[in-house]
């Protein structure tokens, strides 16, 4: 904006408002009206000498060529008292510098100043007009000009600071930006991160409930059920809401049979994996219907009652060494239970959903709810029969009530199948409630009693030698009454007195010196060789958790005396299932195979899958495994014989008495194992039975034999083999001549 001008404004005819000049002739006179004459443009005309304008005009003329002198400022300010109060008025300033400088200058050293005329505005064309002041003297005023009036002043206009209209348009961006982010983030939250957001919240509200998985059941051969679940409850805590744990524990330890310290152990706050507090915690499983419903008459605060199982065993006692039993947690613990828990054993289900606080503390109509279904176990089927285990436990423990302290183990092999039929053992125990029972008790004999098996093992040392072509079913040799083998003399209970013996006559008197005798003829290596392909020095494989490998002493460990100890079954570490696989192979035409407890495996569909086949490998031929069986005929057969009580009557019995120790880590037990296997009918086996008796006090034998034709006797009726065919045994010569 261009600064102001000190000149006075000019109106549209070239006259300046307020000047001091009359724009009309000097000699003219003044009209009523005019402008300047008595008005307000006067008084703006007045200058500085106070004189009026018609005084002014007395003047000479600016046209004439004659310069104003200006008096000296000093002299007129003194003079001029009206002075002060016409300077308020911008045209009084103009006349009064144009007063000055129009008047003669009267004092400062005469100076003086010419002024140069104006030309009126836009009477000039184009041309700026001239600066004020200069040098050029001013061309008089026109007094036939009337005085304009002064025009309004327009106020002034603001500084532009900016463009409104930008303005708008950059907040309105703005504005649509900032809707269009929360619009976007809103999208987020409803559609990308519901789910978090609104799982934050569910996770306080959840409760879970656990659904067991059904365990599966045990049959036996026949699918009678010998272990399986029932329906039953279980008590739970929730240890957030438990408020008193010595007041509950206290009133449910007497229900459940659990000690109050455990109780309180159980309902202990504690902290989960995500470090969420636990909400559930089991106090005791498969409770008793009638005891769950007590539980729930008492009322306690953050404990519960839910549906669960138990296990049941409707024998008690029956196969109890076999099946074991489970814990509360429906974990197998012992036996089958254990050995094949991952396949009894379902995947439990589960049942999340969303409940309420306080007296709110239900299900939440609508509200998060996820089932995850229980998966069940599959059932096992047995080769064992029921009926026959039944009445082979029975005997035996009749058996073993005369050797108190006394342990006893008895096993029926199927011929040719390898399947065991029954295996029992005692002591035995209730695995429906296994908890008082001795742990010696809950041990499966069969496969856990290791023993110094005896003469028994020496059918295995005839059998190499016949199959290695030592001896013949009509060999015959010396036997004297004694042999020395090292530092140890080994005596025949028959003395023989230095006769010949047939090898039907050894065994059945049990010679220990012609046992002896052809085995040194046999030789170590040899024996050791038949001694594993008849199934010793392992494991069996049948199925059973722990079950004990033996032992077989190495060759190059024998001492002198060992060539007279293991030919007769010393210094020889096996167990009462291992020998009775070993008969079952001379039983079946000289074949080897793995004893096995499992038939089938019964999935949840009903599906029934058999189990592996069992391991089978050749150990004698079946001309020699058959030229055995008839010469362990003599033992149950021959005068005097040693196995006379084990025979059947109907039945040709074919098999052999032994005496042995029982070792404990290794150590020989006072007393001694009397043990008894055979086979019937021996012209064509169906079935082996081994019995095994350890009697600390002795007389095992007048055990061991009784029960083995008792035990013959019910498994030959039950499956109802007919009679031996073709007359009785053989007449055997103990001394030819």
């Known amino acids: 904006m261009p600064p102001r001008s000190d000149e006075p404004r000019r109106d549209p005819t070239g006259s300046r408002r307020g000047s001091a000049r009359d724009p009309r ?249 995500n470090g969420k507090d636990s909400t559930f915690a089991y106090l005791a499983r498969g409770v008793e219907i009638p005891t769950a419903k007590r539980v729930q008459a008492l009322e306690l605060p953050g404990v519960g009652v839910h549906r669960d199982e138990r296990r049941e065993v409707p024998g008690g006692d029956l196969a109890a060494n076999l099946l074991g039993f489970t814990s509360q947690d429906m974990d197998g613990l012992e036996g089958l239970e254990a050995r094949y828990d991952d396949v009894l054993a379902g995947q439990d289900g589960k049942r999340v959903y969303e409940a309420g606080l306080g007296d709110l503390d239900a299900p939440i109509p609508g509200g998060y709810s996820r089932t995850t279904v229980a998966k069940p176990g599959s059932s096992l089927a047995l080769t064992i029969n029921g009926d026959l285990q039944f009445r082979t436990q029975q005997i035996l423990s009749a058996g073993m009530a005369q050797a108190p302290g006394g ?14 039929l029954a295996q029992a053992s005692n002591p035995t125990y209730n695995a429906a ?79 220990n010196v012609g046992t002896i005798t052809i085995a040194d003829k046999l030789g170590p290596d040899r024996l050791i060789d038949y001694q594993k392909r008849f199934g010793l020095g392992k494991p069996t494989g049948e199925g059973m958790p722990g079950e004990a490998s033996g032992r077989l002493l190495p060759a190059d ?17 096996a167990t009462p299932l291992q020998m009775a696989a070993a008969y079952a192979a001379i039983a079946n035409n000289g074949t080897y195979v793995q004893p096995h407890l499992v038939k089938e495996v019964i999935g949840p569909d009903g599906k029934r899958t058999p189990a592996a086949a069992p391991v089978t490998r050749s150990v004698l031929s079946p001309q020699n495994a058959a030229a055995l069986r008839t010469m362990l005929e003599a033992v149950t057969t021959v005068d005097h014989a040693t196995g006379l009580t084990a025979a059947v009557p109907g039945y040709r019995v074919a098999g052999k008495t032994g005496t042995g120790w029982r070792l404990v880590n290794g150590k020989k037990q006072p007393g001694e194992v009397s043990s008894f296997i055979g086979m019937a009918p021996a012209e064509n086996p169906r079935y082996v039975i081994a019995v095994f008796v350890y009697a600390p006090n002795g007389g095992g034998a007048a055990i061991a034999n009784p029960a083995f034709r008792d035990m013959m006797q019910f498994t030959l009726r039950h499956y109802r083999v007919p009679p031996s065919t073709g007359g009785s045994a053989p007449k055997f010569v103990v001394y030819p001549r």
């Open 25 to 273: 002739p000097a000699d003219s006179e003044p009209r009523t009206g005019d402008p300047g004459v008595g008005g307000i443009s006067g008084a703006r005309a007045y200058t500085p000498r106070g004189r009026t304008v018609r005084e002014e005009r007395a003047t000479p003329a600016r046209g004439q060529g004659a310069e104003q002198r200006r008096t000296p400022r000093s002299s007129t300010r003194s003079g001029d008292p009206f002075r002060p109060a016409l300077q308020v008025l911008d045209g009084g300033r103009a006349a009064a510098r144009a007063g000055r400088r129009d008047a003669p200058a009267a004092g400062r050293g005469q100076v003086v100043r010419t002024v140069a005329s104006r030309t009126p505005r836009g009477l000039a064309g184009d041309e700026p007009p001239p600066r004020r002041r200069t040098t050029t003297p001013r061309a008089p005023r026109r007094t036939d000009r009337p005085v304009a009036r002064r025009p309004i002043r327009k106020p002034r206009r603001p500084p532009k600071l900016a463009d409104s209209r930008l303005r708008l348009r950059l907040g309105t961006v703005l504005a649509l930006t900032l809707f269009a982010v929360i619009g976007i983030r809103l999208i987020f939250l409803q559609a990308v991160d519901a789910p978090a957001y609104a799982g934050g919240g569910t996770a306080d509200r959840l409760r879970i409930v656990e659904l067991p998985a059904p365990r599966g059941a045990i049959y036996d051969s026949t699918g009678a059920p010998l272990a399986r679940s029932v329906e039953a409850r279980y008590v739970f805590a929730d240890p957030t809401k438990v408020e008193d744990p010595p007041g509950i524990a206290k009133a449910l330890s007497p229900l459940l049979g659990i000690p109050v310290s455990k109780l309180m152990e159980l309902m202990k706050p504690r902290k989960l994996e």
């Open 407 to 420: 342990t006893g183990a008895a096993v029926i092999i199927e011929i040719p199948s390898g399947a065991v």
């Open 433 to 511: 409630k296994p908890t008082p029972s001795d742990p010696v008790a809950r041990e499966d004999a069969a496969t856990s009693f290791v023993v110094d098996p005896g003469s028994v093992h020496k059918a295995i040392t005839y059998g190499a030698a016949l199959q290695e072509g030592v001896i013949t079913p009509d060999t015959t040799l010396p036997i004297a009454n004694s042999i020395k083998k090292g530092d140890t003399w080994f005596s025949d209970t028959h003395p023989a007195d230095g006769k010949r013996m047939s090898v039907p006559g050894m065994l059945a008197y049990s010679s």
């Open 557 to 573: 460990e024998w001492s002198e005396s060992s060539q007279g100890s293991v030919p007769i079954g010393h210094s020889v570490d």
